[in-house]
């Protein structure tokens, strides 16, 4: 098993533009979630599925969409990035929300 | 007052040390407790859950001190390759979503 990956490793766009970070797990779990991990402070949720067409928002979703059309993908598409967006982001699964979470090995983003 | 809240370290300890952190959350509802630990530019892992009654997991033990709202981790015998970020996890119950509450994370350094 690959558990969860994320692609691609390493971004580095300007300001206004806009890409998806790719997150996909083969474990099977119904809990997916994105977070974001900025220096001095704690991962931050920003969006969360609990299954195939259920997502919602989490702590910090503003400048973010998400999707969830299979149980396996869970794309994060940022629509206009900004400097305040650079951060590294991780992509978690779960057989179970309050439980382990299970981590990808994140994306690191600069946006210039 | 953030949710939870840990001493950002870094500690530094020789090998074979015994070091302990703490952690504290505000929610007194909070449901489930969780240490992970967080390598260098890599994901965040699970190390143990933290159960009222206390648990150890080989040289590490946790605790849970409800009426104070803190958990705390002790390692023995510490090893270089203890060298880490450690993470305080907390699940806030089902008012908040049952979603995961993360601290910003203790630096352990340990030198030989």
């Known amino acids: 098993n690959a558990g969860v990956t994320q692609t691609p490793k390493f971004q580095v766009l300007k300001t206004g533009q806009s890409m998806t970070l790719q997150c996909a797990q083969d474990m099977n779990h119904e809990y997916m979630s994105w977070y974001r991990q900025d220096p001095g402070m704690g991962l931050r949720l920003i969006h969360y599925s609990v299954g195939a067409g259920i997502t919602d928002q989490g702590e910090v979703p503003n400048g973010y969409n998400v999707s969830r059309s299979t149980t396996e993908d869970f794309p994060l598409r940022l629509l206009s990035a900004a400097p305040s967006q650079t951060s590294v982001y991780f992509c978690?699964?779960?057989?179970?929300?309050?439980?382990?979470?299970?981590f990808g090995p994140g994306t690191r983003l600069t946006v210039t | 007052r953030k949710e939870v809240e840990q001493d950002p370290g870094p500690f530094n300890v020789p090998e074979g040390a015994t070091v302990a952190f703490n952690c504290t959350y505000s929610n007194s509802a909070s449901q489930s407790f969780f240490w992970y630990r967080q390598d260098c530019r890599k994901e965040p892992k699970l190390l143990m859950s933290?159960?009222?009654s206390g648990n150890e997991d080989g040289r590490f033990t946790a605790q849970l001190n409800r009426a104070s709202q803190y958990i705390s981790l002790l390692i023995r015998d510490s090893k270089l390759s203890d060298s880490a970020t450690y993470l305080c996890v907390v699940n806030p119950g089902l008012e908040y979503g049952n979603k995961l509450v993360f601290g910003a994370g203790t630096i352990l350094r340990v030198k030989s």
């Open positions: 933290v159960y009222s």
């Open positions: 978690a699964s779960s057989d179970r929300g309050i439980y382990e979470q299970y």
